[in-house]
C-alpha cells in the first residue's frame, strides 16, 4: 500500500493531466492589484500551449464598480450594488481584453444567474456556447449577472458558481484563487492535501467572508466539496504568488489540493443536488 507522501505526489500528477480547467479569482485580489490581470493572462497562456481549456469565472465587478462611482465602501442598498456591478463590469471586461490580448488570447463575456442554470433547458444551452468558445479557443469570463439578479447579489458566491460551472463544462481541475496560500491549519500552517472536507477541511474553516466579496474560505471548502464529487481536483491557492497557475498545472505543491471523490456523482445528479433551491409552500 502506498504511503502518504507517495499518494499525495500521485494525486498532483494527476492535475497535471486535466485538460479543462476552470479559474476562480475572487473580489480583492482584482480590485487591489491591476497587475493581477496580466498575470491571469499568463498563466492561461501557459496552460493553452499545454493544449488544455480554461474558462474564468471572476468576481471583481461590484467592488471595481464602487471604485469607479466613487464610493467610500461596498454599498448594502441593493439599487446600489445593482449600479456598482453595471458600472464594473464594463472595467471588468476592459482589463480582461487588454491583458489577454497581450498574450495573443480572445476573451468572452458570459453573464449567467442562478435562475439560468437553474433551469434544465438553458443550463444546456450555456453547457452548449461555452463550449463552443472553449473550442474556439476564446476564454469565457464568467460572472453573476448581479445587475438585475437580486438574489445572487444578496446570498450568491462565485465560488458556489464555479464549482456549478466545473461539470457544466466537464472540468477535470477547478483552481480558486484567493488571497490566502490555501487552507490554513489551527496553528496557521498550509495545509497540503485534503481527501475528505468533513473530516479534515471544515473544522478548519470560520465561515468569514472577505470585505471586498461574498465568499470565504467556509465557500472555498463547500465549492470544492462539490468540485471533488463532480470529479474534478480542486486547488486552493494564494492569486498573488508568481507563477502560480503554471505551478499548479505542473503538479507543484502549491495551495491546498482537494482530491477528487472516487466515486463522482453524474452531471445531471450534481444539478439536482447543488443547483436547484427547494421551494414550496405549506397551506393550512
Same mark, same amino acid.
Given at each position: 500500500m502506498p504511503d502518504r507522501e !507517495?499518494?499525495? @505526489?500521485?494525486? =498532483? +500528477?494527476?492535475v497535471t493531466k486535466a485538460k479543462r480547467v476552470v479559474i476562480k479569482i475572487g473580489s480583492r485580489t482584482l480590485s487591489t492589484e491591476r497587475e493581477i490581470y496580466d498575470r491571469l493572462a499568463s498563466g492561461v497562456a501557459v496552460a493553452h500551449a499545454a493544449r488544455k481549456s480554461v474558462a474564468m469565472v471572476s468576481s471583481g465587478a461590484i467592488a471595481l464598480g464602487v471604485q469607479k462611482l466613487g464610493l467610500a465602501t461596498r454599498p448594502k442598498e441593493m439599487a446600489l450594488l445593482q /449600479? /456598482?456591478?453595471?458600472?464594473?463590469? %464594463? +472595467?471588468?471586461?476592459?482589463?480582461?481584453?487588454?491583458a #489577454?490580448?497581450?498574450?495573443?488570447? /480572445? +476573451?468572452?463575456? &458570459?453573464?449567467? !444567474?442562478?435562475?439560468?442554470l437553474a433551469d434544465r433547458t438553458r443550463a444546456n444551452n450555456a453547457r452548449e456556447a461555452l463550449a463552443a468558445l472553449l473550442d474556439a479557443k476564446v476564454v469565457p469570463i464568467i460572472?453573476?449577472?448581479? !445587475? +438585475? /439578479?437580486?438574489d445572487e447579489i444578496r446570498f450568491g458566491d462565485n465560488d458556489f458558481l464555479a464549482s456549478m460551472v466545473t461539470p457544466l463544462v466537464s472540468a477535470d481541475l477547478l483552481?480558486?484563487? %484567493?488571497?490566502v496560500p490555501g487552507l490554513l491549519d489551527a496553528s496557521g500552517q498550509r495545509v497540503p492535501i485534503v481527501r475528505n472536507v468533513t473530516r479534515e477541511a471544515k473544522p478548519l474553516v470560520t465561515g468569514a467572508t472577505s470585505h471586498s466579496g461574498t465568499g470565504g474560505m467556509a465557500s472555498k471548502v463547500e465549492a470544492? =466539496? =462539490?468540485?471533488?464529487?463532480?470529479?474534478? @481536483?480542486v486547488v486552493v491557492a494564494d492569486a498573488r504568488e508568481p507563477g502560480v497557475i503554471p505551478s499548479i498545472l505542473a503538479g507543484e505543491d502549491v495551495g !491546498?489540493? #482537494? &482530491?477528487?471523490?472516487?466515486? =463522482?456523482i453524474q452531471a445531471r445528479k450534481h444539478w439536482i443536488a447543488f443547483t436547484l433551491k427547494p421551494r414550496g409552500a405549506l397551506a393550512i
Amino acid at each position: 500500500m502506498p504511503d502518504r507522501e !507517495t499518494d499525495a @505526489s500521485d494525486a =498532483r +500528477v494527476a492535475v497535471t493531466k486535466a485538460k479543462r480547467v476552470v479559474i476562480k479569482i475572487g473580489s480583492r485580489t482584482l480590485s487591489t492589484e491591476r497587475e493581477i490581470y496580466d498575470r491571469l493572462a499568463s498563466g492561461v497562456a501557459v496552460a493553452h500551449a499545454a493544449r488544455k481549456s480554461v474558462a474564468m469565472v471572476s468576481s471583481g465587478a461590484i467592488a471595481l464598480g464602487v471604485q469607479k462611482l466613487g464610493l467610500a465602501t461596498r454599498p448594502k442598498e441593493m439599487a446600489l450594488l445593482q /449600479a /456598482a456591478a453595471a458600472a464594473g463590469q %464594463s +472595467v471588468l471586461m476592459r482589463l480582461y481584453e487588454e491583458a #489577454f490580448a497581450r498574450q495573443g488570447l /480572445a +476573451v468572452a463575456q &458570459v453573464l449567467l !444567474t442562478h435562475a439560468d442554470l437553474a433551469d434544465r433547458t438553458r443550463a444546456n444551452n450555456a453547457r452548449e456556447a461555452l463550449a463552443a468558445l472553449l473550442d474556439a479557443k476564446v476564454v469565457p469570463i464568467i460572472n453573476e449577472n448581479d !445587475t +438585475v /439578479a437580486v438574489d445572487e447579489i444578496r446570498f450568491g458566491d462565485n465560488d458556489f458558481l464555479a464549482s456549478m460551472v466545473t461539470p457544466l463544462v466537464s472540468a477535470d481541475l477547478l483552481i480558486l484563487l %484567493s488571497d490566502v496560500p490555501g487552507l490554513l491549519d489551527a496553528s496557521g500552517q498550509r495545509v497540503p492535501i485534503v481527501r475528505n472536507v468533513t473530516r479534515e477541511a471544515k473544522p478548519l474553516v470560520t465561515g468569514a467572508t472577505s470585505h471586498s466579496g461574498t465568499g470565504g474560505m467556509a465557500s472555498k471548502v463547500e465549492a470544492a =466539496r =462539490r468540485g471533488m464529487l463532480a470529479g474534478a @481536483s480542486v486547488v486552493v491557492a494564494d492569486a498573488r504568488e508568481p507563477g502560480v497557475i503554471p505551478s499548479i498545472l505542473a503538479g507543484e505543491d502549491v495551495g !491546498t489540493l #482537494f &482530491v477528487p471523490h472516487p466515486q =463522482r456523482i453524474q452531471a445531471r445528479k450534481h444539478w439536482i443536488a447543488f443547483t436547484l433551491k427547494p421551494r414550496g409552500a405549506l397551506a393550512i
